[in-house]
């Protein structure tokens, strides 16, 4: 055997012994990096496990990169110190851990549905997205999710068309996040496979309001470890901006589940971990689903409430969104007539369709294209390709 065949052999070994002791610490209910499935069964995945492969994967995204400078709430502020799309990410897959690591279940899972459940996410937060499925409707496509254009991203746009190859499990709990729905405990729905996968993801793209669950426990615990992440942090910086002021929390969310940031992800991952385990030992989880108390979930939901009518809706962060709901429409309506007309030299054929797989562009309409192109874009060159073509452009405040 020679130098390299003795390494790779080595490292095989040592993945095996991996796996099984993932076999003998995770929990009953937990997902085996053994047990991951991929689209090419037969690909070569090295001496990586399954979901330690994806995560690696996916921050190799070009997509991921781009997280840098998406809006996560607040958009065309100069304060360093907001939240921006790829702090919460990281937010989410911190949280995330923790919990699956006190529930004994797969942490590489975790970690990679957590860092792509917002790839997808368009310029300008949720706010783009709704101006963003407006568009899409009126030009006859079915409206834009960004959970949805995430699977979109990681399996048709990457790598010029070929994807990443990501497992079943991991591209479901991206594709099951939905962490604005409430919900006190989820339970997950198993014995998905690829066709399953496939027909959901028609089902959701076609039928918004469609509600999905994760074929994992580790998909439940991301979808409410992305609520846990945002909620105090959305204050903090809500705080920060001097839009609401900390004796404004509603007092009952305060005595349960405190009124900072650290206090409510504290309390939050406390009574998900402690309520969901078994009494006694502690050891295994009560039943195959994870969740909250009553009382904390009512207080989450009040605090979600609360946020939403305060944060999300509040008029002074949306002040500049005319200016930039008109750039949404100038751009795609560009695009398409550039796509149309084939013109090779603008923006969305030299960052875009140059090099992609042919197969990409025979299989997508030209709004499609124009869709995925614009959700791809980072707020900054959002703002300087609508600057390119005549659009007054708002200023930070």
């Not at 309390?267 to 050891?283: F, K, P, Q, Y």
């Not at 969740?291 to 605090?303: H, I, N, W």
């Amino acid at each position: 055997m020679d130098t390299d065949q003795y390494k790779v052999s080595k490292l095989l070994a040592l993945k095996n012994r991996l796996d099984e002791r993932e076999q003998q610490h995770l929990c009953s209910l937990a997902t085996l990096s053994r047990d991951g499935r991929r689209r090419r069964p037969g690909a070569q995945t090295g001496h990586r496990q399954a979901f330690a492969l994806d995560a690696d994967r996916i921050l190799h995204a070009k997509a991921y990169t781009r997280y840098i400078d998406k809006t996560q709430v607040f958009y065309m502020v100069s304060n360093d110190h907001i939240t921006h799309r790829v702090l919460h990410v990281q937010l989410v897959s911190k949280i995330a851990r923790t919990i699956g690591r006190f529930l004994r279940l797969n942490e590489d899972l975790l970690e990679a549905i957590s860092l792509g459940h917002d790839i997808g996410h368009p310029p300008f937060g949720h706010d783009g997205e709704r101006e963003l499925a407006e568009l899409c409707s009126l030009h006859g496509l079915p409206p834009f999710q960004h959970n949805v254009q995430s699977i979109q991203f990681l399996e048709r746009i990457e790598r010029n068309g070929r994807g990443w190859d990501l497992t079943l499990q991991t591209l479901d709990g991206i594709l099951c996040h939905d962490g604005e729905i409430h919900s006190r405990f989820l339970v997950p729905r198993r014995g998905k496979d690829f066709t399953v996968f496939d027909r959901e993801l028609r089902e959701k793209g076609n039928s918004p309001g469609m509600e999905l669950l994760p074929m994992t426990l580790e998909g439940c615990v991301v979808r409410l470890s992305d609520t846990i992440a945002y909620i105090g942090r959305d204050i903090e910086d809500a705080i920060e901006l001097k839009l609401i002021a900390r004796r404004d929390i509603p007092a009952g969310c305060r005595k349960i589940l405190g009124d900072t940031n650290g206090t409510i992800v504290y309390h939050l991952v406390e009574d998900l971990i402690t309520n969901s385990l078994a009494r006694g030992d502690g050891m295994e989880l009560v039943h195959d689903s994870i969740g909250f108390s009553p009382a904390v979930s009512d207080s989450l939901k009040e605090l979600k409430e609360f946020n939403y009518r305060n944060i999300y809706m509040n008029p002074l962060i949306k002040r500049d969104f005319p200016k930039i709901q008109n750039c949404y429409r100038v751009l795609f309506e560009t695009y398409l007539d550039q796509v149309a007309k084939m013109e090779t030299g603008s923006e969305i054929f030299t960052e875009m369709l140059d090099g992609m797989d042919p197969y990409y562009v025979e299989k997508h309409a030209p709004a499609e294209i124009v869709r995925d192109f614009i959700a791809g874009m980072t707020d900054d060159y959002f703002l300087k390709e609508a600057a390119y073509y005549g659009c007054p452009i708002p200023e930070k405040i």
